[in-house]
């Protein structure tokens, strides 16, 4: 076990703490704020304060940040440290802070200070440090450990770590069930209007088709991913969309349509299922709990689970509003504009509170690759995006940590438009995602 002495014990600091002890070690971290009693400790300690104590500690002349309980701008200063950036440089057995660094990151401390927004009014990735100063694509909190963990066994060689696993955690969007089925008249013979208008009479034809059954929906890959996942003998999440208003940026197919309650109650028994709360419900937050309830009855357990619709959230209130819906896994920690690491880390980490000072129950899993970044805001072909893809893989398995990956059935079906996707998919899938061990997160 390892002891840290620190002057005294805040939220924040007590926080991270938490956090690195479950990355480390099997036991959490003892922290101590009695000097005497820190001085006599016979077992691997660790001087977390502004002076050195003894001669058999490790020192790390710490940052005020973790002592603050104040939001503010922060002289954030990087530096390249063994082919990475880090900040916070400081005196010690470490060059740098890398309890108020990790802090920063994991907290998402910038995005509680002014800042500008995206056309969607969310939190753009071209303000973050990450962006900024080059390591968007690296989950560089692990990087960090992983080093801060070599320095301590150099300190003290009998101290023992945790052995971690790298994980594979695929994850879907089912924003649009069918393209084409179950549409009702009016959208159907609109939709065959519009692409008459525009000279697409391939597609019209194709519309009709699928309506009356002729043809399988071009978004209906549901029983070729199951035999992906058998194969690869994992068990993806599902998040639903179940506005009861499709309008504007809420396009999911109707609630009362019954093969897709009979899709929901399949997922639901065979998978993980999770909400995707509409777009409505940002602005009206009274809806998502009449969406959870909805997604409760028709699954027929509780939903613990959720991915914002369009990555929409701000902090603190969309988490706290998720919080008191009885949300405990949230997936939305990631940019809608550009794949990779928004909290730089690839493990999943309890959300803190930065305006109350605390931490909270709402566990946040990070992903790194979305399908809809590549093709609509990256602009990736295929090709450029399976790249992208085994380089963050490769990431996240060089750190033992949890790649999770968002993909889209609109993506991944028959539609002309995503052509060469669905062969990026399964080759992901068969030559990569196959050699990982199974994973179920709970």
């Known amino acids: 076990m390892l002891v840290l002495y620190s002057n005294t014990i805040t939220p924040r600091l007590q926080y991270v703490v938490d956090f690195i002890s479950n990355e480390l070690f099997h036991q959490p971290i003892r922290i101590v704020t009695d000097i005497g009693a820190f001085k006599i400790i016979d ?17 790390l002349k710490n940052n005020p940040l973790l002592f603050e309980n104040e939001i503010k701008q922060q002289n954030i200063e990087c530096f390249d440290l063994n082919f990475h950036k880090a900040f916070f440089e400081t005196e010690g057995d470490f060059p740098f802070d890398v309890f108020a660094a990790s802090f920063y990151l994991l907290s998402r401390y910038e995005e509680y200070l002014p800042h500008k927004k995206d056309e969607y009014g969310r939190y753009s990735h071209t303000e973050s440090i990450a962006f900024k100063e080059g390591f968007l694509n690296m989950p ?19 101290l023992i770590f945790k052995r971690k696993n790298f994980k594979c955690l695929l994850t879907y969007d089912i924003d649009e069930a069918y393209a084409y089925r179950y549409k009702g008249i009016i959208q159907t013979l609109g939709g065959v209007t519009r692409s008459m208008l525009r000279g697409n009479f391939s ?7 699928v309506v009356n059954g002729k043809e399988k929906d071009p978004y209906d890959c549901f029983e070729w991913l199951d035999a992906l996942h058998l194969y690869c003998r994992l068990k993806p999440y ?9 309008k504007g940026y809420d396009k999911n197919t109707s609630t009362n349509v019954k093969p897709y309650r009979s899709l929901i109650e399949y997922y639901s028994v065979n998978y993980k299922v999770g909400i995707h709360p509409s ?7 009274s809806l998502l709990k009449e969406e959870l309830e909805w997604l409760e009855a028709v699954a027929d357990r509780h939903i613990i689970h959720s991915r914002q619709h369009y990555l929409r959230f701000t902090l603190p209130h969309t988490y ?13 920690m990631g940019y809608g504009t550009v794949n990779g690491f928004r909290a730089s880390v690839c493990s ?9 000072e605390q931490s909270t129950s709402l566990l946040i899993y990070p992903f790194c690759f979305m399908d809809a970044n590549s093709f609509f805001e990256q602009k990736h072909k295929p090709e450029q995006a399976y790249r992208e893809l085994i380089q963050l893989y490769d990431q996240v398995k060089k ?4 790649l999770i990956t968002i993909w889209h059935n609109a993506v991944l079906g028959t539609d002309p438009m995503y052509k060469g996707w669905r062969e990026l998919f399964e080759l992901f899938m068969k030559e990569t995602v196959y050699w990982d061990a199974y994973y179920d997160e709970g």
């Open 238 to 246: 599902y998040f639903f969309p179940v506005a009861k208003k499709q």
């Open 203 to 209: 597609e019209a034809e194709q519309r009709l088709r």
């Open 348 to 356: 999943s980490f309890y959300w803190y509170d930065l305006e109350k």
């Open 399 to 402: 750190m033992n940590g949890v």
């Open 320 to 332: 706290r509003r998720l919080i008191d819906a009885g949300i405990q896994k949230e997936f939305s």
């Open 279 to 285: 777009w409505q419900s940002g602005d009206d937050h």
């Open 140 to 158: 560089l909190v692990n990087i960090w450990l992983e080093e801060f963990k070599k320095s301590l066994q150099k300190k003290f060689p009998d």
């Open 43 to 59: 077992q691997p300690k660790l001087n977390y304060s502004d002076k050195e104590i003894g001669e058999k500690e490790f020192y």
